[in-house]
């Protein structure tokens, strides 16, 4: 079993940055893609980065240039640096991870999410 964890969240104003981590622990034999999805109230749950194992990134169109993912292999942690925050932000950030267990077999583990808030 993996746990996921995410941590970062809360309030901001417009224009402020926050950072997020996830930290995944437990039975952990391999991981490819680390990532981040948002839920804002009312609407679909949506993309906001993934990192693959060896770097490549991939962003939503709504955070591109204000949003950066990185990870720490060593630490099972993945960040999302969050800048120039917007009121439409606002939501329910969850990190997920995609493991492959010893007998190659993928899973995606989430996090339970974590509050993030743009309001003046």
């Not at 749950?45 to 204000?66: F, P, Q």
């Not at 997920?96 to 010893?102: E, G, K, P």
Request: proline residues 3%.
């Amino acid at each position: 079993q993996v746990h996921v964890v995410e941590s970062g969240g809360g309030l901001v104003q417009p224009g402020g940055s926050l950072r997020l981590s996830c930290a995944a622990s437990g039975s952990i034999f391999s991981i490819n893609d680390m990532g981040w999805n948002r839920q804002a109230p009312g609407k679909e749950r949506e993309l906001v980065a993934v990192i693959a194992s060896g770097g490549g990134t991939n962003y939503g169109d709504s955070v591109k240039g204000r949003f950066t993912i990185s990870r720490d292999n060593a630490k099972n942690t993945v960040y999302l640096q969050m800048n120039s925050l917007k009121p439409e932000d606002t939501g329910i950030y969850y990190c997920y991870v995609n493991h492959l267990d010893s007998a190659k077999w993928p899973r995606t583990y989430w996090g339970q999410g974590t509050q993030v808030t743009v309001s003046s």
